[in-house]
């Protein structure tokens, strides 16, 4: 559902900074929106702090006891933003030994590329970093902007995923540090995103729009992550969603302690992302995504309502940046700023016109549950790729 901003009237959450460009966004009688509520009954519903760094201290000695003997003991995606950089400096805190694995998908901003360097020295942590076949990649890119659908940055989101779980799988890593957390990053309405996962949706996109073969993509559609998971044992540590965590914290320890370098908005450590988030997402669909990443910082005590609607007051990012940038992104990926222009400017098309896996992952998740014993001594007999 595509909403104009320009034309529609605008309500706006009592306790959040929230409002009706989420098409599915709800208000109770003092107009406080189902977020508040929502986010209020997961947090009841949560373990204890106590609890959950119990849970964080004893899956740390697991991964310490699982890994001993062997070069890592997990691996860690370090993209130079906060929270993977944050979460860099926890597993040196307690003694994990990861394989650190920076993703080159062509779009890394300098200040990104300055962090994951300064990081992983030091911290004393071996750098592997996944380049991304570039002509592929473009043409990926390129196709989604064709198939005019919202969530451009999926084919970044997704090989991500996948170069993590193939890297872990190439070295025999059963653990992934995962920096995704209920603390700053559970408020995303469904509307505004495709699922990262859909690789059958990808496939059907560039099948439509594509150019050249796709042979180097990290995929991780149903059916590899079936195998990733089932077979080969990989399992996600959801580090910051089980120790403390405030971002603003994080920010302000990083760049004092370990040098760390701010890069704008949240995901800005990407030029891909900055473009797409400050740019195409406000002009095409009437989504600014602060909103969203604000609110999770209201509902987690970090900020105030008053503070995030200043914020809002603010341009999505530096103009003059944001020029550069397009224009940028744009040659980049071939095209004219007037082609560009004009392919933003296509009428939005959903992403299920092009297919999707939900019955691959219904059928993955049954035949999960019926082979759970056999992919077990499976692994136990150390079953290789």
Known sequence: MTLNPLTMSIRVCAKTVMDTTDPDITFDEQGVSNWWHDFHEILN?????TERMRIFEQTIERIKLEGKNKPYDSILGLSGGVDSSYMAFI????GLRPLVVHFDGGWDSEEAVSN?????????FRLETFVMNWPEMRDL????FKASVIDLDMPQDHMINGALCKVASKHNIKWVLDGNNFATEWLLP????YAKGGFANLKGIHKKFGEAPLKHVPALG??????????RGIQNFKMLELHPYSKTEAKRFLMKELGWRDYGGKHYESVFTRVYQGYILPLKYGIDKRKAH???LILNGEITREQALAELQL???DPDRQKMDKIYVAKKLGWSEEEFDALISQAPVPHEAYGTDAAQRRLASLLGSFLHPFAKVARLMGVRK
């Not at 597993?91 to 307690?94: D, I, S």
């Not at 890119?141 to 989604?144: G, I, L, N, S, V």
């Not at 469904?190 to 995103?193: E, F, N, S, V």
């Open 315 to 317: 341009p999505t990012d």
């Open 222 to 231: 149903a059916w590899q992550d079936f195998y990733y998971r089932k077979i």
């Open 45 to 49: 519903r949560m373990p204890s702090a």
């Open 294 to 296: 604000l609110s999770n």
């Open 141 to 144: 890119q390129r196709a989604y």
């Open 91 to 94: 597993a040196h805190k307690y």
């Open 190 to 193: 469904r509307a505004w995103y």
């Open 116 to 124: 994951v360097q300064t990081f992983t020295k030091k911290l004393g």
